[in-house]
């Protein structure tokens, strides 16, 4: 059973323009977030985080967003450019633990 | 951000042969995690040591050990490798807290014959 999901294997946005990464969860305690974004071949980066008692976290041209009564998060880009382009993935923390749970990520395509 | 080495990055090996897949992490994180992963799927934890001698098996049942002797180095072994152990192995390290950012590896792209 899926505890993070990512349902959109893959997004196309035009360069300039915003790009919106959906991820929704099941499990109502995790109580931080993170985004990671990876290119092939290389080990997942860390992008940005938020925690459960904010419904928004800032760097730069990145944006995450939570809403926790629907148990989703966003990350936002904009503008976005071609350098973006590459697989991002959530996480969330289970509490109590070390752990992150991980979605199947979402591959982005940012057109020049 | 943390500096974080793995090896071999790719490797292709014969069924029933003993690997090791190397971790070393450079910025004293006193956590470590292998995670797999196979394409298009999540990452998966396996494996994760809060310490030197402490390991703990993780979410996904994994026939691979690991071991941790040095604070810095946390190696994945295969005794008997097989077809079904195909994957991308991913380490990472975290220090300090519960939800301290793990900080991830370029990876070993696994690949069983």
């Known amino acids: 059973d899926q505890q993070v999901k990512q349902n959109s294997p893959s997004l196309s946005v035009q360069e300039g323009r915003i790009s919106i990464l959906n991820c929704d969860y099941t499990?109502?305690?995790?109580?931080?977030f993170l985004w990671y974004k990876k290119y092939p071949a290389e080990g997942p980066t860390f992008l940005i985080s938020i925690s459960s008692i904010k419904d928004k976290n800032e760097d730069g041209r990145f944006t995450v967003f939570l809403n926790k009564s629907a148990k989703h998060l966003s990350l936002h880009i904009v503008p976005s450019q071609p350098g973006d382009s590459a697989v991002y993935f959530c996480a969330a923390h289970r509490p109590g633990t070390y752990k992150y749970i991980f979605g199947t990520g979402t591959r982005l395509k940012v057109l020049a | 951000e943390a500096d974080i080495y793995q090896t071999p990055r790719y490797l292709v090996i014969g069924t029933g042969k003993k690997i090791t897949l190397e971790c070393s992490q450079t910025m004293g994180h006193d956590k470590m995690y292998w995670y797999q992963q196979d394409p298009g799927m999540e990452l998966h934890l396996i494996h994760y040591?809060?310490?030197?001698?402490?390991?703990e098996k993780g979410d996904l049942s994994s026939e691979s050990t690991v071991s941790r002797i040095r604070t810095e180095h946390f190696p994945l072994t295969l005794e008997s490798a097989r077809p079904s152990h195909t994957s991308q192995y991913l380490c990472a390290s975290s220090f300090g807290g519960l939800q301290e950012t793990q900080y991830f590896g370029p990876g070993t792209r696994l690949l069983v014959l």
């Open positions: 040591s809060y310490g030197v001698n402490s390991t």
């Open positions: 499990n109502s305690m995790f109580d931080y």
